[in-house]
């Protein structure tokens, strides 16, 4: 039975299929039965180009524990990340892009 489980959220980034590199718009999160993997369910994750044709498409089907492994490791680089860049703009300034870029969203 499908689970209807889907997240949909916008994507800036790229992704490689076998065409070669694609420009992201989306990413799509699914818990449902998969194509390829072996289980029942698996949580599944395809980044696409609402753009482009369907084959804009790179696909992960992972078992639930490695999503949540994967889900622990974004936690924590995401984390990291935030921190890094927010040391960037601390050490440059009102001169840095990032700066300026957070600027004018609060305005």
């Known amino acids: 039975m499908c689970t209807s489980i889907v997240e949909i959220a916008e994507a ?6 076998k065409d070669g590199w694609f420009k992201l718009t989306h ?3 699914a818990y449902d ?3 390829r993997a072996l289980d029942e369910d698996a949580v599944l994750i395809d980044f696409t180009n609402r753009d482009m044709d369907p084959g804009a498409r ?3 089907e992972l078992s639930l524990d ?3 492994a994967l889900y ?3 936690g924590k680089v995401i984390a990291e990340a935030d921190a890094e860049e927010g040391m960037r703009v601390e050490y440059a300034g009102p001169a840095h892009p990032r700066f300026r ?3 004018l969203a609060a305005e």
């Open 12 to 17: 800036e980034g790229a992704a490689r299929n």
């Open 27 to 29: 990413s799509v999160v």
């Open 33 to 35: 039965h998969p194509q």
């Open 58 to 60: 790179a696909a992960v």
């Open 66 to 68: 490695s999503a949540k």
């Open 72 to 74: 622990a490791a974004l």
């Open 101 to 103: 870029k957070q600027a």
